[in-house]
């Protein structure tokens, strides 16, 4: 079946480390997209990726970062600079240009 | 830019009354309008979408739309919720490649 997987579902990380954020789709996607969700905050953009090698900050990148070296990978990096980075993450994907995003199940991240 | 308000943060109906869940949009032109729906720790599901055309759009799981132009409203109906209809309900907003804006979410209580 084509999907979005996210890995891993839950992911603790200790204050001051890196970690990255898994996201594979084999819907074959051109266009990828990080978001954050909190509670009550909504979904907020982090970044986006149209096509390969290329990627867009969105409304809340910093602490973050991307890469897109493959169609199918859109990995996530939280890194040490991120000060709040305890929240669920979700990345989507959608076909083409206006169409619906399609949702991974998410990975929650907490800081110990 | 673009904005997304859904005036609700909690609605609770009786299990078999109706639902009426509130959206109100700021777009600069005719937007596409989405109607998500979240179980808990779960990805989002697409319920229904309006691209143009018909104003009243049918989704799954018996929901559906009405987009209002004059009231930049595309509030989300049911006329009978089942208790499997409890979740966290997005509706969104956008156009092109670069992400979708969400509004921060109804959190839907069925009362037994």
């Known amino acids: 079946d084509g999907g979005i997987t996210q890995s891993p579902k839950y992911l603790f990380r200790k204050e001051g480390q890196n970690v990255t954020l898994s996201c594979e789709q084999n819907l074959n996607h051109d266009a990828m997209y990080w978001y954050r969700q909190d509670p009550g905050q909504g979904l907020r953009l982090i970044y986006y990726?149209?096509?390969?090698?290329?990627?867009q900050k969105g409304d809340i990148a910093e602490g973050y970062s991307v890469s897109r070296e493959k169609k199918e990978s859109f990995p996530l990096t939280v890194t040490s600079a991120q000060k709040n980075p305890t929240a669920f993450y979700l990345c989507a994907s959608t076909p083409s240009y206006g169409s619906e995003a399609f949702f991974g199940q998410g990975t929650r991240l907490t800081v110990v | 830019a673009q904005s997304v308000t859904q005036p609700d943060i909690h609605i609770t109906v009786s299990e078999g009354a109706s639902l009426e869940l509130r959206c109100n949009y700021s777009?600069?032109?005719?937007?596409?309008l989405f109607w998500y729906v979240q179980s808990p720790g779960q990805g989002l599901q697409l319920l229904l979408k309006y691209f143009s055309g018909d104003t009243l759009v049918q989704g799954i799981k018996g929901f559906e739309a009405e987009f209002k132009r004059s009231q930049s409203s595309f509030n989300l109906r049911k006329p009978s919720v089942h208790w499997s209809d409890a979740a966290e309900y997005f509706c969104?907003?956008?156009?092109?490649?670069?992400?979708?804006?969400f509004g921060k979410g109804t959190h839907l209580i069925i009362q037994p």
């Open positions: 777009y600069g032109a005719t937007p596409y």
């Open positions: 969104a907003v956008g156009e092109g490649a670069d992400g979708l804006t």
């Open positions: 990726s149209q096509i390969v090698n290329d990627f």
